[in-house]
């Protein structure tokens, strides 16, 4: 236990060196508080065959007896059956049950066995396992995917945490800035559902800080989503994302540059987003008379409708737009580096302070779910005892009469 | 457009919302905790009302042999037109496609509604050959009363069957 621990902090100490690679320091990513707690050794075939027939007898399945056989998985092979036991669970009538530890144990398995891309898949799918993970969790696998250097699947990562809105901890959100700003520099071209992924992951992460590259983000994630109200409908932006469906997002973006200009101190907009605006401010107009032949006449007078108000606003929203940006430039308010830099010189400024907040928040988290966990188990002792009770009544019963 | 299990046709009406909306379940099984404390909305009530509509769910219980876990029943505290009830009742019309999530960050915002006072009006004029009636019953009476005859709209006024019969018949003309 103690030597691949030592080996994984030498490994991460020298690529900190080296600078890139690792975001997240040894501490927060190493394994060995979660796998020095006290775990209950039980075998998977019992646990496995206890869960077949609760469910052949159509008897609910207790979040312990779960939580039980993922703590206990020491085998790749296994891991494809806790998958099965997880969904089981999921489609059982105790599925709301399914308990934070057990999923944090679940993905730290994942990785433990590497099999990091079905940890991926599991939370991609969230709905048919129940894979609901918490902000550290999301940390770690961030983490991974950026060690990797795999901003595909990292993004994928962004997208479930945009999905869940839970970019509440300030270290979630610049590491998932980070990734978005990475993958925005990797690929040029991308399909509208990425774009209006991409928008919102930014909206949702730049709503949350009152810094130049919060502000930046929400312009560039209202950018995107006015991009795709415009060519694919107001429906195509709200539909199955936490977004509004107020029509308007080129509106809120031009908003942005307002309050930012308004706002008193050193909060200023990157050049980068304002390009981006501006492109598509005046690239759309071209592309306005394309779409109309082959959109299929669904009946969408609404849909219909809002693009034509939206595109007929295009001139008036480019003349507030270079009113906006003349103010401030006036101002000093454009930010000439590029975004990526200046998320990479924030995240390397407050990342560590953030990550021992999250590592104390987490050890009380630990603590919090023990004794959980000891409440659970304690009452299922009862409850087991009372079943003996009753059952040996019951024969008393019998044998008496 | 047709019921997944039983095959049968949605009304005409609904085919449109089928296509675009979803329903209550579809958008809380990719929550977790299926959506506690998450403030919902439906279409049709954006669409007609001006004030919030809303309703703020406080307990699930799903429908396990869905294969997506979009169906069940819901509970919750209901907003309506602004006004908010105190009582947890169940969610009505969950299966309908009319849903709509309100996200975290616009939930201030959408919930921000400044109640408009209504009057509330008691005392209403007689109709003017009433009025002619009772201030002449007024002046045969001897009544020297020069206050306005007015209706009182508050006032619940049983009448009972022998009322009528004992009315004597007044002399000369009513007015």
């Known amino acids: 236990m103690a030597a691949p621990v030592l080996r994984a902090g030498v490994v991460s100490v020298s690529r900190a060196a080296a600078g890139r690679r690792s975001i997240l320091s040894a501490a927060y990513v190493d394994s060995s508080k979660w796998d020095e707690r006290e775990k209950e050794v039980h075998s998977l075939a019992e646990l496995a065959t206890l869960m077949d027939r609760t469910y052949e007898r159509n008897l609910p399945v207790s979040s312990l007896t779960i939580s039980r056989f993922i703590d206990n998985i020491s085998s790749r092979e296994e891991l494809d059956q806790a998958e099965y036991y997880l969904y089981k669970f999921r489609h059982s009538p105790n599925c709301w049950y399914l308990r934070d530890w057990t999923i944090h144990s679940w993905i730290r398995q994942c990785f433990k066995y590497g099999a990091q891309d079905k940890a991926l898949y599991t939370l991609k799918n969230k709905v048919q396992y129940g894979v609901f993970p918490d902000n550290f969790t999301f940390n770690i696998l961030l983490d991974y995917f950026i060690k990797s250097e795999n901003y595909e699947d990292a993004m994928s990562v962004v997208s479930e945490i945009m999905l869940q809105e839970s970019f509440d901890d300030f270290s979630t959100q610049l590491l998932s800035l980070y990734v ?66 107020t029509p308007g997002y080129l509106n809120r973006a031009l908003q942005v540059m307002d309050s930012v200009a308004s706002l008193p101190g050193d909060v200023k907009i990157c050049k980068e987003a304002i390009d981006v605006l501006e492109t598509i401010l005046q690239s759309v107009p ?30 008036v929203y480019l003349t507030q737009f270079k009113n906006l940006y003349s103010k401030l430039h006036s101002l000093d308010k454009v930010e000439s580096e590029s975004l990526l830099t200046l998320t990479t010189q924030l995240v390397k400024e407050k990342l560590p302070a953030c990550e021992v907040e999250d590592i104390a928040k987490h050890e009380q988290k630990l603590k919090e779910w023990e004794q959980e966990q000891a409440l659970l188990m304690e009452r299922e002792k009862e409850m087991r005892k009372k079943a003996k009770q009753e059952q040996e009544a019951r024969k008393l019963a019998k044998a008496s009469t | 457009m047709a019921r997944p299990f039983t095959g049968k046709r949605l009304p005409v009406l609904a085919w449109e919302d089928a296509r675009r909306e979803s329903r209550l379940f579809a958008l809380l099984c990719q929550r977790p905790l299926f959506g506690l404390g998450r403030v919902v909305t439906r279409k049709a009530w954006l669409w007609q009302y001006e004030e919030p509509c809303y309703w703020l769910i406080t307990r699930v219980r799903v429908d396990y042999t869905a294969e997506n876990l979009d169906h069940g029943k819901a509970w919750g505290y209901l907003t309506f037109r602004g006004k908010t009830y105190n009582e947890v009742k169940e969610i009505d019309k969950v299966m309908y496609h009319d849903w709509r999530m309100v996200p975290k960050h616009e939930e201030e915002c959408f919930k921000k509604f400044t109640p408009v006072s209504v009057e509330i009006i008691q005392y209403v004029p007689y109709p003017p050959l009433l009025r002619a009636m009772i201030l002449a019953q007024r002046q045969k009476e001897g009544k020297l009363d020069t206050q306005e005859p007015l209706i009182d709209l508050e006032k619940i006024i049983i009448f009972t069957n022998d009322y009528f019969k004992n009315q004597k018949k007044a002399k000369g003309t009513p007015v």
Request: glycine content about 8%; cysteine-free; aromatic content about 10%.
């Open chain 1, 180 to 245: 978005l700003y990475q993958y925005l520099a990797t690929k040029s071209e991308f399909t509208w559902e990425e774009e209006r992924n991409l928008g919102a992951s930014l909206l949702l992460t730049g709503l949350k800080q009152t810094n130049t590259v919060g502000f930046s983000s929400q312009l560039y994630g209202y950018t995107f989503l006015g991009k795709v109200e415009l060519n694919k409908g107001l429906r195509a932006v709200y539909h199955q994302m936490p977004l509004m469906w």
């Open chain 1, 286 to 315: 071209e592309v306005k008379t394309d779409p109309e032949p082959s959109e299929e006449v669904e009946g969408k007078p609404k849909q219909t409708e809002s693009e034509e108000t939206e595109q007929s606003k295009l001139p």
